[in-house]
């Protein structure tokens, strides 16, 4: 059993006094099994829906002594077992349910080394053009202007992502304050110039002979995303001296 303190070096006396803990309090918890582990990768399992904490009136988040034994159960999945972040959400989930449910099993073992049973993934959800119109509330020859700048590329069967009409939105709205197509070039080269940061180091992962190793880069490379995300977004707030809700 994880042992976690009965209090943390919370912002108030009353999330300490109930035994609630800071992020920090947690990290020191979960470091003595997990040395490697970090505040970014505890709010990365937060955002993939592994563990839901409290938040102060403040915003500050506030794990209870479950939170924490839960996220040592996650980290231990991904460490002795080699499960991908939504398997060990389903299969937690699931627990929490009640229903009696397995440990997922991904592999066997050939050699002493795991083989996974890698079934045909299911395709991302595509759109086709005249359903980005529609969901973008854009034209024709709006989505034309913006292919010819590269913001908008379709796949090689000329559909679309889903995330491209996130995209495609952003563009229309940003174009309603008088930011033209021609100016998020520059938005466009830095967020490829930061996706390649992330790519190079992902890239061995991907690479590796082992597959275990292979089954970890999905998972790095949304959390190296998201890290890259939050620091653009810091640094322009920081370089207009405003603070976004």
């Given at each position: 059993m994880l042992h976690t303190p009965s209090g943390g070096a919370g912002h108030g006396t009353t999330a300490a006094d109930s035994g609630l803990m800071s992020i920090g309090t947690v990290l020191n918890a979960?470091?003595?099994?997990?040395?490697?582990?970090?505040?970014?990768?505890?709010?990365?399992?937060?955002?993939?829906?592994?563990?839901?904490?409290?938040?102060?009136?403040?915003?500050?988040?506030?794990?209870?002594?479950?939170?924490?034994?839960r996220l040592a159960r996650v980290l231990r999945m991904q460490r002795d077992h080699y499960l991908p972040l939504k398997v060990i959400r389903e299969y937690l989930d699931a627990v929490e349910r009640g229903e009696a449910v397995q440990l997922p099993v991904l592999g066997r073992q050939?050699?002493?080394?795991?083989?996974?049973?890698?079934?045909?993934?299911?395709?991302?959800?595509?759109?086709?053009?005249?359903?980005?119109?529609?969901?973008?509330?854009?034209e024709e020859r709006d989505l034309q202007e913006w292919e010819s700048y590269g913001l908008v590329t379709p796949l090689e069967d000329g559909s679309y992502d889903a995330e491209t009409v996130t995209v495609a939105s952003l563009i229309r709205e940003l174009g309603r304050f008088g930011i033209e197509p021609r100016h998020l070039r520059v938005m466009k080269a830095a967020a490829d110039r930061e996706a390649g940061l992330v790519d190079q180091v992902v890239a061995p992962l991907r690479r590796h002979r082992n597959p275990q190793t292979r089954v970890h880069a999905e998972d790095r490379t949304k959390e190296l995303a998201a890290l890259t995300v939050r620091l653009h977004s810091a640094l322009v707030q920081t370089a207009l001296g405003v603070r976004l809700p």
């Amino acid at each position: 059993m994880l042992h976690t303190p009965s209090g943390g070096a919370g912002h108030g006396t009353t999330a300490a006094d109930s035994g609630l803990m800071s992020i920090g309090t947690v990290l020191n918890a979960l470091r003595e099994e997990f040395p490697e582990v970090t505040i970014s990768k505890i709010r990365f399992l937060e955002a993939e829906g592994l563990v839901e904490p409290r938040r102060t009136p403040s915003g500050y988040r506030k794990f209870s002594a479950d939170d924490v034994e839960r996220l040592a159960r996650v980290l231990r999945m991904q460490r002795d077992h080699y499960l991908p972040l939504k398997v060990i959400r389903e299969y937690l989930d699931a627990v929490e349910r009640g229903e009696a449910v397995q440990l997922p099993v991904l592999g066997r073992q050939r050699g002493g080394e795991a083989v996974l049973r890698r079934t045909e993934a299911p395709a991302a959800p595509r759109i086709g053009r005249a359903g980005l119109l529609a969901a973008a509330e854009i034209e024709e020859r709006d989505l034309q202007e913006w292919e010819s700048y590269g913001l908008v590329t379709p796949l090689e069967d000329g559909s679309y992502d889903a995330e491209t009409v996130t995209v495609a939105s952003l563009i229309r709205e940003l174009g309603r304050f008088g930011i033209e197509p021609r100016h998020l070039r520059v938005m466009k080269a830095a967020a490829d110039r930061e996706a390649g940061l992330v790519d190079q180091v992902v890239a061995p992962l991907r690479r590796h002979r082992n597959p275990q190793t292979r089954v970890h880069a999905e998972d790095r490379t949304k959390e190296l995303a998201a890290l890259t995300v939050r620091l653009h977004s810091a640094l322009v707030q920081t370089a207009l001296g405003v603070r976004l809700p």
